[in-house]
């Protein structure tokens, strides 16, 4: 019998870490405690990486049907602007820009493509409480409508049931850190306005920010930090559209059909993100100020980075022995991800805030970093989430790189020109169960590659692809053999060149 797997929560996280399974042929069993899909305001920007990633859950195509692409992000002070960004001039991914999607769509999107898959999700089931040994957990789980409950017992459980995870808790991990001071508000519904439709906006005054997103169907995204004073009875839309109206210095007038919400906002992460037979990703794992869009896009990575691992145990392909090594380096490369979001997202929110001297300064920061190229270089990248490197763990050696190949790192989905379909790009060789290897030989014939599938002593064999011809040398700045492993999840694994040739250096 198939091992036994438990999501619990069918957020964006969960749905993504469902269909993942799924994708690989594991049976899932995904739990939620809501009765039915919620509509509320919640996250809207997906960035590139978070696209790579449904784009391998086969959803990306979908996902920009209903979505409204983004292409940069315009910062103001005080009325003046002082930086711009553009995602057009991101390099090495097929996606050089953000969708803007109300993230019920992207559930909704997911829980389709589940349902295609076979999968399915038991609504109104709530889990209430967990213990684990060395082979099984056991979960409690209510059914909601009939108020009964029963015990149901599974090999492995994944926790994706955001930020006040019941799995967490009856797991006995901690969630440290604190709750910002600063109430945000916000507002989706259809704007009259000038403010330009292909970007984000932000403005950055000195009574607080305000951040305009354009989201599918003409509406807008208003986010706000609340005023110190709200009038005694004024709506919370209200609220909002008069913020707004002071903060833009283009007129933003709020149309009827505005869903307004209001809440507070943490910087927390788990103490652990694995203990036995359970795991935790997104909310569940790790809360953030939405400064930088960074939840969901963190999370359905945490869920689809643990997925393709799960699935190899499940399946067979990796033996269970091996799981400790499988998991902990799941693990590590999870907690070095929260780190930089958990950093990056709480810088953003101070620099929204401050007053002053430090307000001069954090302007004149941003007009030079976008003058200087270090906005493109550095800040865009990271923030879209396509710089990914990973500090190598125990045993897995010192990181290397080879023109703009590196180990540990995201592989670059560069267009591969010596394909003879137009197109083609590195992530299209990617397996979502196994890792590939794929060699590099810019003194081969051009326009030749195949695929052989290689039997590695005592393991299940590796598909080998072979790329070819020199057009490599300038898409990936190589100019001798290279071999790369790389895992489901675009990560170069191992990376090996031809020590024999000459070339290209290797640190
Ligand atoms: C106002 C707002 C704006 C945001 N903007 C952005 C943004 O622009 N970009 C971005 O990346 N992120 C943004 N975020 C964050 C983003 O919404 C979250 O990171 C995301 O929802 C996390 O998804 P999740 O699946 O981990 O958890 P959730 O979406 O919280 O889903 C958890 C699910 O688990 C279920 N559940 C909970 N407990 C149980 C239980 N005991 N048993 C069974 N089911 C249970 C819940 O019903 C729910 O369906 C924003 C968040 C808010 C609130």
New binding site residues.
């Given amino acids: 019998m198939s091992p036994r797997v438990l999501i619990?929560?069918?957020?964006?996280?969960?749905?993504?870490a469902a269909v993942s399974l799924r994708l690989q042929g594991v049976p899932v069993t995904v739990?939620?405690?809501?009765a039915s899909?919620?509509t509320?305001?919640?996250?809207?920007?997906?960035?590139p990486r978070?696209l790579e990633v449904f784009d391998g859950l086969g959803v990306a195509d979908r996902l920009e049907t209903e979505g409204h692409p983004l292409t940069g992000q315009h910062y103001h002070s005080n009325g003046t602007r002082v930086a711009s960004l553009t995602f057009r001039r991101l390099r090495h991914t097929k996606y050089r820009y953000a969708l803007a999607i109300p993230?019920h769509t992207t559930?909704r999107v997911l829980r389709e493509r589940l349902s295609a898959l076979g999968g399915s999700i038991r609504t109104h089931?709530?889990?209430?409480g967990l213990r684990q040994d060395a082979d099984t957990v056991t979960t409690t789980?209510?059914d909601l409508d009939t108020g009964t409950t029963r015990e149901e017992t599974y090999d492995w459980v994944i926790g994706?049931?955001?930020?006040?995870?019941?799995?967490r808790s009856a797991t006995g991990i901690g969630f440290e850190g604190h709750t910002y001071e600063q109430t945000?508000l916000?507002s989706d519904g259809p704007c009259d306005t000038g403010l330009a439709t292909d970007s984000a906006h932000y403005f950055m005054t000195d009574t607080g920010v305000l951040v305009m997103?354009p989201l599918p169907d003409k509406q807008w995204?208003a986010?706000i930090s609340a005023p110190r004073e709200i009038p005694e009875g004024e709506a919370l839309v209200d609220t909002v559209a008069r913020v707004v109206s002071q903060r833009s210095p283009v007129p933003v007038r709020f149309l009827d059909g505005h869903a307004a919400?209001r809440?507070r906002?943490h910087r927390k992460a788990a103490e652990r993100v694995w203990q036995g037979r359970v795991f935790l990703?997104?909310?569940?794992?790790h809360?953030?100020s939405?400064a930088?869009?960074?939840?969901?896009?963190?999370?359905?990575e945490?869920?689809t980075s643990l997925a393709w691992r799960l699935g190899g145990i499940c399946r067979g392909s990796v033996p269970t022995a091996d799981s400790e090594r499988v998991f902990t380096q799941w693990s590590d490369e999870r907690h070095q991800v929260v780190e930089n979001v958990l950093r990056d997202t709480d810088l953003q929110t101070r620099l929204w805030g401050v007053r002053g001297f430090r307000r001069r300064l954090r302007d004149a920061a941003l007009y030079g970093a976008e003058r200087t190229g270090l906005l493109d270089r550095v800040v865009i990248p990271r923030q879209t989430q396509i710089v990914q490197r990973f500090s190598p763990g125990p045993g897995q050696g010192r990181p290397k790189a080879v023109g703009v190949l590196r180990s540990h790192a995201r592989l670059p989905n560069v267009e591969i020109p010596t394909d003879a379909s137009a197109g083609t790009r590195l992530h299209d060789f990617l397996s979502p169960t196994e890792p590939v290897a794929i060699e590099f030989d810019p003194a081969g014939t051009p326009g030749h590659h195949t695929k052989v599938r290689h039997a590695a002593a005592g393991g299940a064999g590796l598909d080998v692809v072979s790329l070819s011809g020199p057009a490599l040398r300038s898409a990936l700045g190589i100019s001798r053999r290279v071999t790369c492993v790389v895992r489901p999840d675009g990560i170069v694994a191992e990376l090996t060149p031809d020590t024999a040739g000459k070339g290209a250096g290797t640190t």
């Fill in positions: 619990v929560g069918a957020g964006p996280v969960g749905l993504a739990v939620d405690k809501a899909p919620h509320h305001p919640k996250a809207v920007v997906l960035w978070a993230q559930e089931t709530e889990l209430t789980l209510a994706a049931d955001g930020v006040h995870s019941s799995v945000f916000l997103v995204r986010f919400g809440f906002i990703v997104g909310d569940a794992a809360a953030h939405p930088g869009a960074q939840g969901i896009n963190t999370g359905v945490d869920a």
